[in-house]
């Protein structure tokens, strides 16, 4: 026997021991301690004979506890039809004032409402982000002594109302009066929220009009008349003419958008008729696309009719007369001094690109639809008959919603995805 189970066995037995006598000195018959005792006794020293023991036992894996919800999500739910617009959205919030009147678990809530804005499509609104500031409890985070304005007084709180802010400010919502006045109330004017919200106020009055091309903030839901905004916004020349070549059929049965029949919408100057009057019908033009561009938070993709630079010895020079050139002098006859360290060469990269003759948007990128195109343009446009057309078409990534963070199916490969440049009569035997 070791000297281990020897200890374990001489504790055992006092137990037993101890148990013994203390029932005899409370009274209780001899017969019935001693069968209580004896068990008593085999028992700890069977336990404590046995080698399993003295060999810990292995620790059971630690399970993974249920993810349960998140702070307060039961007020974001309590809608009776399950809508989610502004008028659920401040209900929820007035819900909690009401049933949390000491505001406990505030900045949990402000975190979760301001991630449930784009949900209920409050996240422009400047009144719901006033009502979010008035959670916090007034005047209790105000710093009152000077170590409380050197180190930050109540951080967490402080980094909450920020974040109000830079999500305001990440969405456009320009703060007022009242956004002001429940800052100073809640954090006092030396604070961190209230330094965020005086430089909100500098830089968003010196930069809201900056924008020569504003983009509204509420876009056309129509795709025709989006695309009518979207190449408005491209072409620089305000006499260009915006033509809709094909208006998107529905289909009878389920009222969805027949794919057979998109909507095509294109755009073209008087100097860009002029220009493919002008082009030599020897030289094909190109049908290229898709291209993407961003109107605000939506993605829409439209496609260039374009020909190829002509050779340095097949351009016409243009002679400007001196009196006419109000850009570049012919001379300049200045005389300054010049020294060894001045450069006479400049590192210009200058990217030539052939002529632009019209833009579209459609609402299929396959040939066949843009043949359509080139079809309505050639009313307005009689010499394109006489020109081959030849279609450059990429795949397109698919159009990406930032709103929701989803991306869409992309739109059906072209059939035809790239033609030779060494048959363009028959890309022109097709068109017609």
Same mark, same amino acid.
């Given at each position: 026997?070791? !000297?281990?189970?020897? =200890?374990?066995?001489?504790?055992?037995?006092?137990?037993?021991?101890?148990?013994?006598?203390?029932?005899?000195?409370?009274?209780?018959? *001899?017969?019935?301690?001693?069968?209580?005792?004896?068990?008593?006794?085999?028992?700890?020293?069977?336990?404590? &004979?046995?080698?399993?023991?003295?060999?810990? /036992?292995?620790?059971?894996?630690?399970?993974?506890?249920?993810?349960?919800?998140?702070?307060?999500?039961?007020?974001? /739910?309590?809608?009776?039809?399950?809508?989610?617009?502004?008028?659920?959205?401040?209900?929820?919030?007035?819900?909690?004032?009401?049933?949390?009147?000491?505001?406990?678990?505030?900045?949990?809530?402000?975190?979760?409402?301001?991630?449930?804005?784009? $949900?209920?499509?409050?996240? /422009?609104?400047?009144?719901?982000?006033?009502?979010?500031?008035?959670?916090?409890?007034? $005047?209790?985070?105000?710093?009152?002594?000077?170590?409380?304005?050197?180190? =930050?007084?109540? %951080?967490?709180?402080?980094?909450?109302?920020?974040?109000?802010?830079?999500?305001?400010?990440?969405?456009?919502?320009?703060? &007022?009066? @009242?956004?002001?006045?429940?800052?100073?109330?809640? *954090?006092?004017?030396?604070?961190?929220?209230?330094?965020?919200?005086?430089?909100?106020?500098?830089?968003?009055?010196?930069?809201?009009?900056?924008?020569?091309?504003?983009?509204?903030?509420?876009?056309?839901?129509?795709?025709? #008349?989006?695309?009518?905004?979207?190449?408005?916004?491209? $072409? %620089?020349?305000?006499?260009?003419?915006?033509?809709?070549?094909?208006?998107?059929?529905? &289909?009878?049965?389920?009222?969805?958008?027949?794919?057979?029949?998109?909507?095509?919408?294109?755009?073209?100057?008087? #100097?860009?008729?002029?220009?493919?009057?002008?082009?030599?019908?020897?030289?094909?033009?190109?049908?290229?696309?898709?291209?993407?561009?961003?109107?605000?938070?939506?993605?829409?993709?439209?496609?260039?009719?374009?020909?190829?630079?002509?050779?340095?010895?097949?351009?016409?020079?243009?002679? =400007?007369?001196? @009196? !006419?050139?109000?850009?570049?002098?012919?001379?300049?006859?200045?005389?300054?001094?010049?020294?060894? !360290?001045?450069?006479?060469?400049?590192?210009? &990269? @200058?990217?030539?690109?052939?002529?632009?003759?019209?833009?579209?948007?459609?609402?299929?990128? #396959?040939?066949?639809?843009?043949?359509? !195109?080139?079809?309505?343009?050639?009313?307005?446009?009689?010499?394109?008959?006489?020109?081959?057309?030849?279609? /450059?078409?990429?795949?397109?990534?698919?159009?990406?919603?930032?709103?929701?963070?989803?991306?869409?199916?992309?739109?059906?490969?072209?059939?035809?995805? $790239?033609?030779?440049?060494?048959?363009?009569?028959?890309?022109?035997?097709?068109?017609?």
């Amino acid at each position: 026997m070791s !000297w281990a189970q020897a =200890i374990l066995l001489a504790r055992g037995l006092s137990r037993g021991w101890g148990g013994i006598c203390g029932a005899a000195l409370t009274g209780t018959p *001899f017969s019935q301690v001693l069968p209580q005792g004896l068990k008593g006794l085999h028992c700890s020293s069977a336990a404590h &004979n046995s080698d399993s023991s003295l060999v810990p /036992r292995p620790t059971e894996p630690l399970r993974k506890p249920a993810k349960a919800l998140e702070p307060h999500e039961e007020l974001f /739910r309590q809608a009776p039809d399950g809508a989610r617009d502004k008028a659920s959205f401040v209900r929820a919030v007035q819900n909690f004032g009401q049933h949390n009147v000491h505001k406990r678990g505030h900045v949990d809530f402000i975190y979760l409402a301001l991630r449930k804005m784009r $949900e209920y499509g409050v996240e /422009r609104d400047l009144a719901v982000y006033n009502l979010l500031l008035d959670i916090f409890p007034k $005047e209790v985070f105000r710093a009152r002594t000077v170590f409380q304005k050197i180190f =930050i007084h109540y %951080p967490r709180q402080q980094e909450c109302g920020i974040a109000v802010l830079e999500q305001m400010e990440n969405h456009g919502v320009m703060p &007022n009066k @009242e956004t002001e006045f429940l800052l100073i109330q809640i *954090f006092g004017r030396k604070s961190y929220p209230m330094l965020k919200f005086v430089r909100m106020k500098l830089w968003f009055s010196r930069f809201k009009n900056v924008n020569p091309f504003p983009v509204p903030q509420d876009l056309p839901q129509d795709p025709v #008349d989006l695309a009518r905004l979207g190449l408005r916004h491209m $072409e %620089p020349d305000l006499s260009a003419r915006v033509t809709v070549y094909q208006m998107p059929s529905l &289909n009878d049965s389920t009222g969805t958008v027949d794919p057979t029949e998109p909507h095509i919408v294109g755009i073209q100057s008087p #100097d860009q008729q002029a220009a493919l009057a002008r082009h030599n019908p020897a030289r094909p033009i190109f049908v290229e696309g898709p291209f993407s561009l961003w109107l605000r938070n939506k993605c829409v993709y439209y496609h260039i009719l374009r020909a190829d630079l002509l050779p340095p010895e097949a351009r016409e020079v243009e002679e =400007i007369p001196e @009196e !006419w050139n109000l850009y570049y002098p012919m001379q300049l006859d200045l005389d300054y001094g010049r020294s060894g !360290w001045d450069d006479y060469e400049f590192d210009i &990269n @200058e990217v030539e690109e052939g002529p632009v003759f019209a833009m579209c948007m459609a609402g299929a990128h #396959d040939q066949a639809t843009l043949a359509k !195109w080139i079809q309505g343009l050639q009313e307005t446009n009689p010499a394109l008959a006489q020109i081959p057309v030849v279609f /450059r078409l990429a795949a397109s990534t698919g159009e990406l919603l930032a709103s929701s963070g989803l991306e869409e199916p992309s739109p059906p490969p072209p059939e035809g995805q $790239e033609e030779e440049e060494d048959d363009p009569q028959q890309q022109q035997r097709g068109q017609r």
